[in-house]
Every structure is written in structure tokens, then in C-alpha cells.
């Protein structure tokens, strides 16, 4: 479950913040297996307070952590990536991003699942580049 609420700039905030049009509270609920998982998240927004745009820039801000970076940090392990120097280490990103992206357009979901399938195929692998 989701909920989202959307409120005004309180007056007393801070000169830093003045400019901003709203804040947004997304309170979540989810089970994980039997455990009930709560979050509370704020954000400020310079928008002014529609929260139907302000919950889909949300949502799709997410959806683009969950399924890209959140992929490449923990399957791919991105962040413990010993390419540093350079260049390197945004090539290498962007190669990961081009596999997660022709993963996904041959039909795998799971990409531990397609990586797996794949390692020991590389016909299929270089069916990819054609």
C-alpha cells in the first residue's frame, strides 16, 4: 500500500528551503514474506501541491532505482567494482546497462536467471549483436 499526501510550505521554514512549492509525505506498507515492512519518506518539491503529478514523478523515480541502479549495485555488483580510474569505471556502467537492456528485450525477467542461461551459450550471446 501507498499513500501519498502533499502538503504547503509551513511558514517558519528555512530561508534555504523558501523556494520550494510542497512537501510530500509516501507513507509504504508491503509484507515480506510474514513480516510487514513501513517506511515514511519525505521529500520537497518545487512544484506546487498536485499530488497526482507529484506521486507519478515519484513512482517512476523509483522505478527507474529499482530496476537499473539497484540492479547494477547488487546483481552486478557496480559499487565494489575495482575500476576506478579514468574513464573505466562509466564504460564499464554503460556496457552493464546495454547487457541489462538486451536481457530485458529477449524476454529475461530475472537477470541473475538470464546471466545464468547465458554464460554457457554464447551462440545466443552473439545473436544479440546481430
Known amino acids: 500500500m501507498r499513500l501519498v499526501e502533499v502538503f504547503n510550505i509551513p511558514k517558519n521554514i528555512l530561508d534555504v528551503w ?5 512537501v510530500i509525505r509516501v507513507k509504504r506498507s508491503s509484507n515480506r514474506g510474514s513480516t510487514l515492512v513501513e ?12 499530488s497526482t503529478t507529484l ?6 523515480h523509483w522505478l527507474i ?5 539497484w540492479v547494477k549495485d547488487v546483481i552486478l ?3 565494489s567494482s575495482p575500476q576506478k580510474s579514468g574513464f573505466s569505471a562509466r564504460n564499464l556502467s554503460i556496457l552493464k546497462t ?3 537492456t538486451l536481457l530485458r528485450i529477449h524476454g529475461f ?8 542461461y547465458l554464460s554457457n551459450n554464447l551462440k ?3 545473436s544479440f549483436c546481430t
Open 98 to 100: 546495454w547487457v541489462l
Open 124 to 126: 545466443y550471446i552473439l
Open 55 to 60: 506521486a507519478s514523478g515519484i513512482r517512476g
Open 39 to 50: 517506511s515514511i519518506s519525505y521529500y520537497l518539491c518545487s512544484l506546487s501541491p498536485q
Open 77 to 79: 555488483e557496480e559499487d
Open 109 to 116: 525477467a530475472g537477470i541473475k536467471a538470464g546471466i545464468s
Open 65 to 69: 532505482e529499482n530496476r537499473l541502479h
Open 18 to 22: 523558501k523556494g520550494a512549492g510542497s
